[in-house]
């Protein structure tokens, strides 16, 4: 089905759509990361896959159930002149892992292994740009 719009009504229309977004808060552009987090179990077979996207320097929560486990994260990226910055939070089945942890790397990976599993976080920066119609 196809529905052909009068020129008016198309006028009328984009006049309502831009009224309901004011020109202050409507942000020309947006940058952010997309956070992956990969968890492998200590025998590596079992692996599970999250992806969230936020601003840099806001945290993400995630919580990944792998191999009957729970791994609860909070990862909080920073921006760097060459790499980044992380702020990891990691608990599995309830047990603190890594509390406000620090990691600084020049790569946009990062691998935390502990005796039972491996988390690998993958930083991907992110850049929008919103074009304004005249």
Same mark, same amino acid.
């Given at each position: ?12 229309? !984009? ?10 808060? !409507? ?7 997309? #956070? ?9 077979? #079992?692996?599970?896959?999250? +992806? ?35 702020? #990891? ?5 309830? +047990? ?5 942890s620090q990691v600084v790397s020049e790569s946009r990976r990062v691998v935390i292994q502990d005796g039972e599993s491996r988390v690998v976080i993958t930083i991907s920066p992110i850049r929008s740009q919103v074009e304004t119609l005249p």
């Amino acid at each position: 089905m196809r529905f052909v719009l009068p020129g008016a009504c198309v006028a009328l229309a !984009a006049l309502v759509f831009t009224a309901a977004i004011p020109a202050a808060a !409507a942000p020309s552009s947006w940058r952010g990361v997309a #956070v992956r987090v990969d968890v492998f179990e200590a025998d590596g077979t #079992v692996h599970k896959r999250a +992806t969230r996207t936020v601003a840099w320097q806001d945290t993400v929560r995630m919580r990944v159930a792998v191999g009957g486990h729970e791994h609860n994260l909070a990862v909080t990226p920073f921006e760097r002149k060459r790499g980044l910055q992380l702020s #990891v939070d990691h608990s599995r089945d309830g +047990t603190t892992l890594a509390d406000d942890s620090q990691v600084v790397s020049e790569s946009r990976r990062v691998v935390i292994q502990d005796g039972e599993s491996r988390v690998v976080i993958t930083i991907s920066p992110i850049r929008s740009q919103v074009e304004t119609l005249p």
